[in-house]
C-alpha cells in the first residue's frame, strides 16, 4: 500500500538547521510531485514547498525561500526538505505530501495532493 514516512523533525533553536525526509513506497514515486506542509495547533496545513515529479522544478512559500531547499533522490524514493535558518514561525507539524500532474500553481493546493504521510514534528525554542 501506499507509504509516506516523515522523520528528521525535532527540538532546535532559532538559527538551527534540520533535515527532513519523507521515504515514499507503494506508488510510482518518479511520476508524482511532491510536496511538504506544515500545521501549527490549531491552525490549517499550509504549503510549505514542492517539487515536480522530475526535480528540475521547486516551489516554495514566501516565508521560507533563500531559507529552506526541497530536493528528491529518485533512486530511493526520498524527498528532502532542508530547513536552514529556522525561525520560530516554521514550528509545526510537517506532512510529505504526493500528488500527480499538478501544474505551476497546482503545487500550492493542499486539496489537489493524493498520499499524505502522518508527519513529523519540529518545535523551534530557544
Known amino acids: 500500500q501506499v507509504q509516506l514516512v516523515e522523520s528528521g523533525g525535532g527540538l532546535v533553536q532559532p538559527g538551527d538547521s534540520l533535515r527532513l525526509s519523507c521515504a515514499a513506497s507503494?506508488?510510482?514515486?518518479?511520476?508524482?510531485?511532491m510536496g511538504w506542509f506544515r500545521q501549527a495547533p490549531g491552525k490549517d496545513r499550509k504549503f510549505v514547498a514542492a517539487?515536480?515529479?522530475?526535480?528540475?522544478?521547486?516551489f516554495y512559500t514566501d516565508s521560507v525561500k533563500g531559507r529552506f531547499t526541497i530536493s528528491r533522490d529518485a533512486d530511493n524514493n526520498i524527498v528532502y526538505l532542508q530547513m536552514n535558518s529556522v525561525k520560530p514561525e516554521d514550528a509545526g507539524m510537517y506532512y510529505c505530501?504526493?500528488?500527480?500532474?499538478?501544474?505551476?500553481?497546482?503545487?500550492?493546493?493542499?486539496?489537489?495532493?493524493?498520499?499524505w504521510g502522518q508527519g513529523t514534528q519540529v518545535t523551534v525554542s530557544s
Open positions: 517539487v515536480n515529479f522530475s526535480g528540475r522544478d521547486t
Open positions: 505530501a504526493a500528488g500527480r500532474q499538478l501544474s505551476g500553481n497546482g503545487h500550492y493546493l493542499r486539496d489537489l495532493y493524493d498520499y
Open positions: 507503494g506508488f510510482s514515486f518518479k511520476l508524482y510531485d
